[in-house]
Nanobody, 119 residues
Framework: QVQVVESGGGLVQAGGSLRLSCAAS????????MGWYRQGPGKQREEVAT???????NYVGSVKGRFTISRDDAKNTVYLQMNSLKPEDTAVYYC?????????????WGQGTQVTVSS
């Protein structure tokens, strides 16, 4: 069984910064894509940033230049550094990973962490 736990959310003023962390634990053989998604009030969940195991990254246009995704494979952890935050970044942020265990490669979600940006 794989557990995925996010941390680092909170309340911040516009222009501020937050760093989200997501740690995966369990009998993991390896992790492929790691990513962050978010769901704002009344909105559908959207992909924010992803990072392949080889280091290739992808960002949704609205966060390019402000957010940075990184990962530490030794710790099975992915981070999201969020700078110059805007009220429209307010959302529940979810971590998503593709992990390989003894039962195969599956997709796992964290429980989410709330990020609130005040104007």
């Amino acid at each position: 069984q794989v557990q995925v736990v996010e941390s680092g959310g909170g309340l911040v003023q516009a222009g501020g910064s937050l760093r989200l962390s997501c740690a995966a634990s369990g009998s993991i053989f390896g992790i492929g894509i790691m990513g962050w998604y978010r769901q704002g009030p009344g909105k559908q969940r959207e992909e924010v940033a992803t990072m392949l195991s080889g280091g290739t990254t992808n960002y949704v246009g609205s966060v390019k230049g402000r957010f940075t995704i990184s990962r530490d494979d030794a710790k099975n952890t992915v981070y999201l550094q969020m700078n110059s935050l805007k009220p429209e970044d307010t959302a529940v942020y979810y971590c998503n990973i593709w992990a390989t265990t003894a039962i195969g490669t599956r997709n796992y979600w964290g429980q989410g962490t709330q990020v609130t940006v005040s104007s």
